[in-house]
């Protein structure tokens, strides 16, 4: 019997010592329920899952260098992707080395001459402005393409020396109360095109384990004129959190936003795209999670429920 067996069949006992048959009946009927088996993705291992799909597995193991993903935004008039969306009726393992990854999953970046990023009110980008309330403006004549917005503001380019007005704003909330867990907007382009934003994780579970990394990053613009996008959202529901707290250069769960690293030009440069969203509801180990937060291995700062 392996620890994650262990944790259900105790889980199990600990109802029967507290005469709750229907709990136990419930655990039970879960540990078998998942319409969809188990997910085991192994080392070395690259699976990607369908968008917007809800799936429900039995469990999910992640192993050390396995990747999980999902296909990307495509704009179009029903306009899918990004969104990674699985409960878990047991447990949700990711092992040291393991991956989720959903950067750059989210709304595109504006391409091409004054493009601005698309975003979640209108994900077909705008021209010369700023797409609100998350897309980075596009560029023009006087200004460079601005960075997303989500849950911060892009920020605005620069353009000779003057602060413009075209970062992307904020939408949603940091609960996600409306029910709709958003993807990260796009940058605004200026010269060659800007960073997409990050996808969106929700997990539900039992117990999460999580040694490797969680990532929903907003991508980076391509060149020093264009913005970049913004980080996307994981929200996770379980009832018990676990991180290794000591290992602060590969365990982590971060939705940043895209930064312009490129040295500025004559006259400036673009935006940087504002960050994601994180939400983590559990029943224990919430001092952990704090302890997470302050080593920056969760980034940006969640909201704890």
């Given amino acids: 019997m392996d620890e994650f067996t262990s944790f259900i069949s105790g889980y199990i006992r600990l ?69 990674l969306l699985i409960e878990a009726m047991t447990y949700f393992i990711i092992k040291k080395g393991g991956k989720i990854q959903l950067d750059s999953k989210g709304y595109k970046g504006g391409t091409g001459n004054g493009w601005s990023g698309g975003t979640y009110q209108s994900e077909k980008p705008a021209y010369h402005r700023s797409n609100r309330p998350g897309g980075g403006g596009g560029g023009g004549w006087t200004a460079y393409g601005g960075g997303g917005g989500y849950g911060t503001p892009g920020t605005t380019s620069t353009f000779a020396s003057q602060e413009g007005d075209n970062g992307g704003q904020t939408y949603g909330d940091e609960t996600f109360s409306s029910g709709c867990i958003h993807l990260g907007s796009g940058g605004g382009s200026c010269t060659e095109s800007g960073g997409n934003g990050g996808g969106a994780l929700k997990v539900e579970c039992v117990k999460f384990a999580n040694y490797g990394q969680i990532s929903v990053n907003g991508g980076r613009p391509k ?36 930064k312009n690293l490129f040295e500025p030009d004559a006259t400036g440069k673009g935006g940087d795209g504002g960050d994601g969203r994180i939400m983590i509801k559990c029943e224990t180990n919430k001092s952990l999670i704090m302890e997470c937060v302050t080593n920056e291995q969760i980034q940006p700062s969640p909201y704890i429920a």
């Avoid at 070395?44 to 260098?65: A, G, M, W």
């Avoid at 996307?232 to 000591?246: A, L, P, R, T, Y």
Wanted: charged share 20%.
């Fill in 15 to 83: 109802s029967l010592n507290k005469f709750a048959p229907l709990d136990i009946v419930c655990v039970i009927s879960a540990y078998s329920a998942g319409k969809h088996g188990t997910l085991l993705i192994k080392q070395n291992e690259t699976k990607t899952l369908q968008s917007d799909k809800r799936y429900e597995f039995t469990s999910v193991v992640i192993e050390s260098n396995a990747i999980l993903t999902v296909n990307e935004w495509v704009n179009s008039k029903v306009g899918t992707g990004g969104r």
């Fill in 223 to 258: 060149c020093v004129n264009d913005g970049g996008g913004s980080g996307g959202s994981v929200f996770i529901v379980c009832q018990e959190f676990i991180m290794d707290g000591k290992d602060q250069e590969s365990n982590f769960i971060h939705a940043y936003g895209g």
